[in-house]
């Protein structure tokens, strides 16, 4: 229904509707009149923390834009970045994480392609690399603290902690805020009078990118990676930014040894101590 057109709420709606129906296919799922409200109550309590998010993203919202903050966005971003593109990406990052919050993508979007992709064309960004900067970086509100209404609702359905949730979003996520760089250091991403070859090798360079800046982030790999490592490897995702061949050489050189590094270090110590450093995914007990 989305696809053809229908709103959101519309689209739940008929989504409910035809879970019921198809629960009565089943003996033990058919929702009885007594299962409907037990539903409709544990759905009510999951919904609060998504909306006392949704109020506190509200207020700060409305303070930017009541106040005509919102309105000087571009502007400031242009001053204090002293016209510095990797400053004014930063700034214009970190605006669109605010703006963002508790707003659907479209609305996101709309609020920060008015507000601060001027400033990116102005300091020389390319008018469609500028927007795609702005609308990831306002779809990536979702899951930044301390609003991150996409853990929040993860939250209610795990009843875990949506804060940690939003956190560990945001460490496995971390390949995804590099995204945008990409888009403004590697515009080939963009198919736009470039080769196709261009283009695979951009793709494929943005992807090694992501993953390294993840895996720096995370701090494993096979095995556990110390501080050196850890910043090698976001060395190697800010290297994969460029889009010069040499630099990407360079990065995956980095980015290659220390897979290495790490693969050996690790299967040595384990062949020397008879335990080592334990895989990622074993236990502290060696178990899987």
């Not at 571009?74 to 593109?85: C, D, R």
Request: aromatic share 10%.
């Amino acid at each position: 229904m989305l696809l053809n057109g229908y709103s959101i709420m519309l689209s739940s709606f008929w989504a409910v509707v035809a879970s019921m129906i198809v629960s009565y296919f089943s003996r033990g799922s058919a929702q009885t009149p007594r299962r409907m409200v037990e539903t409709a109550v544990t759905a009510a309590y999951a919904v609060i923390p998504v909306a006392l998010a949704c109020a506190a993203a509200g207020c700060i919202i409305g303070i930017i834009t009541l106040t005509g903050v919102g309105l000087k966005f571009s502007t400031l971003v242009v001053l204090l970045s002293g016209g510095q593109l990797p400053l004014a990406l930063m700034l214009t990052m970190l605006t669109c994480l605010i703006l963002g919050m508790g707003l659907p993508t479209a609305a996101a979007y709309i609020l920060v392609a008015t507000l601060v992709a001027p400033a990116l064309v102005d300091l020389g960004v390319g008018l469609l690399a500028a927007h795609l900067f702005v609308l990831y970086s306002a779809m990536l509100s979702s899951i930044t603290p301390p609003v991150a209404l996409a853990a929040y609702a993860a939250a209610s359905i795990s009843q875990g902690n949506p804060l940690k949730i939003a956190v560990l979003a945001c460490q496995f996520g971390m390949g995804a805020f590099a995204v945008p760089y990409f888009f403004v250091y590697d515009p080939a991403l963009l198919g736009i009078d470039v080769t196709w070859v261009q283009v695979v090798v951009s793709f494929i360079t943005a992807i090694a990118g992501g993953v390294s800046a993840s895996i720096a982030m995370l701090g494993v790999l096979a095995y556990r990676l110390n501080i050196i490592e850890r910043l090698g490897f976001a060395l190697a995702a800010v290297l994969f930014l460029n889009s010069d061949w040499r630099y990407d050489a360079l990065a995956a050189i980095v980015a290659g040894a220390l897979v290495f590094w790490n693969l050996r270090k690790g299967a040595a110590e384990e062949i020397t101590t008879g335990t080592g450093t334990q895989p990622v995914e074993k236990t502290s007990e060696g178990e899987t």
